[in-house]
């Protein structure tokens, strides 16, 4: 498996399948949800209240469980697939169990998918406050021990802080991890979006 680090937004990584790191009610308000959901159109937001709605009807519970993922389409993004991974529990709080489940449900979905190639968002570190080194050894951890069809790992680092953390994290946790990385395009400006004039209040 290769893994890179792409500095950049979710919505550029040049992978099949694209993950977010978002709540259970696969909201989409913010952080790779907002970024994912304007560049790839309302009928992923369509399709997340769908999923969400279906959960209820069959369990009665408002939610779906962390750690668990769900696959949608990926609209108007090049992407196959964009993948809604629940980072956090009902009470905003995430873990690194939590994280690996994350990480080894989504490389389960790309394969279901057909995708080679995925990008992993470092997941609870915006919403859920987790710590993104910690977040990363989870990351890495679910990494190392996967059985997987993935063969190229795209984790996305926003912060171009954290890009030299992130690569010494993955080599030393991954025995033979050669670890690349990739920029995304410059933002001079801000993105147009489908929703830039809409204002949503249902997040965490």
């Known amino acids: 498996m290769r893994i890179s680090i792409f500095a950049g937004d979710v919505s550029d990584a040049p992978a099949e399948a694209l993950c977010t790191s978002t709540n259970p009610r696969l909201s989409l308000v913010m952080g790779t949800g ?62 690194a169990a939590i994280i690996r489940n994350c990480v080894k449900n ?17 997941f609870g570190t915006g919403h859920a406050h987790f710590k993104t080194d910690q977040a990363l050894a989870a990351i890495a951890d679910a990494l190392r021990d996967a059985v997987t069809e993935v063969r190229h790992v795209l984790l996305v680092v926003r912060d171009p802080d954290y890009v030299s953390d992130a690569v010494q994290i993955m080599e030393r946790l991954i025995p033979g991890c050669d670890v690349d990385v990739q ?10 979006s489908l929703w830039s004039s809409w204002s949503g209040r249902d997040e965490l």
């Open 183 to 192: 920029r995304g395009p410059a933002e001079t400006s801000e993105r147009p």
């Open 106 to 122: 989504a490389l389960a979905a790309a394969d279901a998918a057909g995708c080679t190639s995925i990008a992993l968002p470092l």
């Open 34 to 95: 907002a970024s994912i959901r304007g560049r790839g159109g309302f009928e992923i937001l369509r399709a997340c209240k769908a999923i969400v709605q279906a959960e209820f009807v069959r369990t009665g519970i408002h939610g779906l469980s962390a750690g668990s993922v769900h696959t949608t389409t990926a609209g108007q993004l090049p992407a196959k697939a964009v993948i809604h991974c629940v980072a956090s529990d009902a009470a905003h709080r995430s873990s």
